[in-house]
């Protein structure tokens, strides 16, 4: 049974404990320490991400003081593309709006989610990549949302050259995860962090690295929950098109 599955059917309870659990309590709309028993192994750090995702993805879209319709429309497109049941969907929503609460716990939101995941560096970057994904919903980054992310980099363990770098493989992207049809080179040699003058070497490098870091079974084995798979498929086929645009103007 999947993680949500255990958490509706009632077979594990308190599950996560600190503020994540107390998130996902009010998303639930019950406390959970009423219960018994708790959740171990990849089904925590599934959880842990899940809630850690859409709450503070909530926080980030009321930065600038306000959610603007493009920002609740990207929250439910990841929703709709993760095809999430009505259940977790309704969860999913409370979670977003338990995040835009002016007493959101961010720092200790984020400080459980690194132990959650523990030295799981590709599926931190996963989240960052998500929530980032979500702040440039209308088409831009505000300077609040960038000041809360980076800080959120920061405590995550990521250099301030990692963001800059997820940034510009998002742009490259189109700022959406782009199919890479029509594909610029420029963009192209974004979304693999490589310069032009970069050897052949160097591009299928950086290309197998990028690949290793979103391959989806290793993220979901990891703790990432199944159904951001998806996700993680989309960024993968984004590098393979963009390494395919370079091989073709390097006939290669």
Known sequence: ???????F????????????????????GHGLDNKVGQVHGRQRVQTAFFTATFSVMGHLAKADGRVSENEIQMARTLMDQMQLNPTLKKMAINLFNEGK?????LDDVIDQLKRECQRRHDLLRVFIEIQLQAC????????AEKKILLHICQSLGFSRAEFDQIEAMLRGAGGRGGRGGGMLLDDAYKILDVS???????VKKAYRRLMSQ????????????EEMMK???EKTHEIRSAYEVIKKDRDL
């Not at 059917?9 to 639930?28: D, H, K, R, S, W």
């Open 136 to 143: 440039y919903a209308d088409g831009s980054l505000d300077q």
């Open 9 to 28: 059917g009632g077979t594990f309870g308190f599950m996560l404990g600190g503020p994540l659990g107390a998130l996902l309590g009010a998303a639930l």
């Open 214 to 225: 979103h391959h989806p079974d290793k993220l979901v084995a990891k703790g990432l929950p």
């Open 196 to 202: 032009k003058n970069a050897t052949d070497a160097e």
């Open 101 to 105: 609460a002016e007493n959101f716990p």
């Open 231 to 233: 996700i993680a498929t």
């Open 1 to 7: 049974m999947s993680w949500w599955g255990k958490l």
